[in-house]
């Protein structure tokens, strides 16, 4: 096996790849579209952070990065490399082999630019991928999840009624938008994002032509899901998919199943619309999303993350 720099002349095998290794996970969680193609290799080629494992001629492996960015995680001031999902895969046969040699030949050249903080989103059924990264020292950090939208079997709530917010009613979401932030600051989140103003979180919103939909007792919100066209994985669009970009719920009411009445509510509306399936993506350091999302989205993403010692810029 040797490793050379990905070049366009690898894109064709890295497509069939990459596709191979999609489906292979298509399989754990049916809720996943069919993909023709993975978009976005021709960015990799010749960047110098990209790397291809041969054998006899033949490519068995690639590993490709974006960057070098700041702020990674936008809550750090490390400078970061990621891989995106269908920007690397490699042969099932020794396919931890693959990616130890490949990571040690692409991280040289991320340190190299001065990322210390390297992220690769990996499917979450890839036992062996994961197996490596975390011999490697990576860890879990975030996961894209999905489902069909159908309803979810939960008892009434009585007391609660459930809206789509008009625009000119978004202000009030406002504030559950920043106690959402200072829950970001808790053990053992501890994730220091900039919160928006009012007036940037409303700019922002209707840049992103997001639904707001809310839960609300005696007329005041408690608890809110924003839906927005757009994930972070190349099948996170189209005219049937939809994104959870945004949610909290008020402590006091959590428990009672008010959560998963909303995402009812949501679900049937996006259903009415033409919509069949639904997205989320979360940090597993925070152990409410994990446990909400979770119960009921099917993860098929995990994206593992390695934070090296920056000293080792100053050698």
């Given at each position: 096996m040797i490793i050379v720099p990905f070049e366009k002349q690898h894109i064709p095998q890295a497509q069939s790849l990459a596709l191979a290794c999609y489906q292979e996970e298509r399989q754990q969680v049916p809720a996943l579209p069919d993909a023709g193609s993975i978009p976005g290799l021709e960015t990799y080629a010749g960047n110098g952070l990209s790397?291809?494992?041969?054998?006899?001629?033949?490519?068995?492996?690639?590993?490709?990065?974006?960057?070098?960015?700041?702020?990674?995680?936008?809550?750090?001031?490390?400078?970061?490399?990621f891989s995106p999902m269908g920007a690397h895969a490699a042969l099932a046969h020794n396919r931890e082999k693959i990616y130890a040699r490949l990571y040690q030949a692409a991280a040289e050249t991320w340190v190299a630019v001065g990322a210390v903080s390297h992220g690769i989103c990996l499917y979450a059924h890839d036992e062996a991928a994961q197996r490596q990264f975390f011999r490697y020292g990576?860890?879990?950090?975030?996961?894209?999840?999905?489902?069909?939208?159908?309803?979810?079997?939960?008892?009434?709530?009585?007391?609660?009624?459930?809206?789509?917010?008009p625009m000119e009613e978004w202000a009030a979401v406002h504030p559950l938008d920043l106690a959402l932030h200072e829950h970001y600051l808790q053990s053992p989140f501890f994730m220091r994002r900039q919160s928006d103003s009012l007036?940037?979180?409303l700019a922002s919103s209707k840049e992103e032509h997001a639904r707001y939909f809310a839960a609300m007792q005696n007329g005041s919100i408690c608890a809110y899901l924003k839906i927005t066209g757009e994930?972070?994985?190349?099948?996170?669009?189209?005219?049937?998919?939809?994104?959870?970009?945004?949610?909290?719920?008020?402590?006091?009411?959590?428990?009672?199943?008010?959560?998963?009445?909303?995402?009812?509510?949501?679900?049937?509306?996006?259903?009415?619309?033409?919509?069949?399936?639904?997205?989320?993506?979360?940090?597993?350091?925070?152990?409410?999303?994990?446990?909400?999302?979770?119960?009921?989205?099917?993860?098929?993403?995990?994206?593992?993350?390695?934070?090296?010692?920056?000293?080792?810029?100053t050698e």
């Open positions: 790397v291809a494992a041969m054998e006899n001629s033949q490519l068995v492996g690639f590993l490709c990065g974006v960057g070098p960015f700041p702020n990674a995680f936008r809550s750090t001031k490390a400078t970061g490399v990576f860890g879990m950090r975030c996961v894209d999840a999905i489902r069909a939208i159908t309803p979810i079997p939960v008892a009434p709530c009585p007391g609660y009624t459930f809206a789509q917010l007036e940037d979180f994930g972070e994985t190349f099948l996170a669009s189209g005219d049937s998919y939809r994104h959870v970009h945004g949610a909290y719920c008020l402590p006091e009411h959590r428990g009672q199943g008010l959560y998963a009445q909303l995402l009812n509510f949501v679900m049937e509306a996006l259903r009415k619309d033409g919509y069949s399936r639904l997205g989320v993506d979360y940090e597993s350091i925070n152990p409410t999303a994990w446990g909400f999302w979770g119960k009921h989205f099917d993860a098929y993403t995990h994206s593992v993350v390695r934070r090296i010692d920056e000293n080792i810029l």
